[in-house]
């Protein structure tokens, strides 16, 4: 039953202001700066399109929402979470674009939002995990924007296509005209610790530690978020999507491929760059064994490139470190020797055994995938880590030389 309101969640880990413990803190505190001033003020949250291939988003529902309820002389809430604290908002608008960038947030920028809420007042309503599930637990999905049901929300429920229209079973009234502002209150949650919830409870996201997330280069972090998104939108509704988990898997596989050329490629071009060939093939570039003999004019010197190697090359040279005949691997990575060790005994087994270079390939040209969709997404926990500890969080660990008790101190 009416009225209607709007739910999201965000990872926490993507903050890039270290002011704050997370973008909804830093919303909140330059919100309230902004109502001492002048109480007419206001901020747009944003909700970010994470991909161009992401399914589109009707701003025109979300809008009628803000209507009829407004007809119903109700708020219009929006509840942001990131599974430990929940927020909720006061919308007034909810709009396509917004007019400038000064009402919102720096993080932002150069990012496309897909959809933006205009917030006139702000608070934090839980910063405890339990609690938190508990007021989850009220909202639920019965309206005609959907066409499924979902009686309670939880931490784990899929198929979400954030943000969401949902229903709150308690119907509060946060922000009552007849109140003064909640932002311009004391708050106690604010400064109490909260209990959260441990990042390997949850099965479609934060999956990797936070301070092995600030490590992963932008580009990788951006990519795993896409992919964790296609694959929420694969299991919309609970209507598997095959299209769009293969290319959610896809993308898990290319995020290990840039990463190792972020890292083991990128030192071995530090180190040899300047004595070592490679094929001129901006798609598909080789490692050449030799030069001598060679038509110079097909080749360029590693330190010259900035290509991207596939993991069947890198894979290539993990399994036969005197693949140059002018020097070892194991030499040139004597100063990388956790990564390097890591590398061959660990990675290297781990890309043959999981067949994930013949997956990485099939994938990428769109062949025909006999893979169970449980085998697929075996593909995502073994790179992220779930139900251990992952390749990316180890490929980082191996790299920073991050041994337990540095963890600790970092």
């Not at 589109?56 to 219009?76: C, I, K, P, R, W």
């Not at 004019?297 to 140059?324: C, G, H």
């Not at 893979?371 to 500890?389: M, P």
Request: neutral net charge; hydrophobic residues 40%; contains cysteine.
């Amino acid at each position: 039953m009416k009225p209607y309101h709007f739910y999201l969640a965000f990872n926490p880990l993507f903050n890039e202001e270290q002011t704050w413990k997370t973008q909804a803190h830093e919303f909140y505190h330059a919100l309230k700066e902004k109502k001492i001033k002048n109480e007419d003020a206001y901020m747009y949250w944003g909700k970010i399109q994470i991909s161009e291939y992401s399914e589109s988003l009707h701003v025109e529902n979300f809008q009628n929402v803000v209507a009829e309820n407004d007809e119903l002389q109700m708020e219009s809430h929006l509840f942001i979470t990131d599974y430990q604290h929940m927020w909720v908002g006061k919308v007034v608008e909810v709009l396509k674009e917004i007019p400038d960038s000064e009402n919102t947030l720096g993080f932002y920028k150069n990012k496309k939002v897909e959809v933006w809420f205009k917030i006139v007042d702000f608070d934090l309503i839980s910063n405890n995990a339990k609690e938190t599930s508990a007021l989850l637990s009220h909202m639920h999905v019965d309206n005609e924007y959907y066409n499924y049901k979902i009686k309670e929300m939880t931490p784990f429920t899929s198929g979400i296509r954030f943000p969401m229209i949902i229903q709150d079973a308690r119907k509060e009234r946060f922000f009552h005209s007849s109140h003064k502002l909640r932002i311009l209150n004391q708050n106690s949650l604010l400064t109490a610790q909260g209990e959260s919830m441990k990042l390997n409870e949850l099965t479609h996201s934060f999956v990797i530690p936070e301070d092995n997330f600030k490590r992963i280069p932008e580009n990788v972090r951006s990519q795993i978020v896409y992919a964790e998104i296609l694959l929420l939108e694969a299991q919309t509704g609970g209507q598997k999507d095959r299209a769009k988990l293969e290319q959610a898997i896809l993308t898990y596989l290319k995020c290990l491929e840039i990463l190792l050329n972020e890292t083991f490629v990128a030192y071995l071009k530090r180190e040899e760059g300047h004595r070592i060939w490679i094929s001129k093939d901006p798609v598909a570039p080789k490692f050449i064994r030799s030069a001598l003999d060679k038509d110079k004019s097909a080749l360029i010197r590693f330190k010259e490139s900035n290509v991207v190697f596939n993991l069947s090359q890198i894979k290539m040279l993990l399994d036969t470190p005197s693949f140059f005949p002018h020097t070892s691997l194991d030499y040139v990575f004597r100063g990388k020797k956790s990564f390097w060790e890591y590398c061959r005994l660990e990675l290297r087994p781990t890309l043959k055994n999981e067949s994930l270079i013949e997956l990485r390939n099939l994938l990428a040209v769109h062949g025909e995938v006999k893979a169970h969709d449980r085998e697929l997404l075996l593909v995502r926990n073994i790179l992220l880590g779930v139900g251990g500890r992952g390749v990316f969080n180890n490929i980082i660990e191996a790299w920073f030389e991050l041994t337990p008790q540095k963890l600790k101190i970092a």
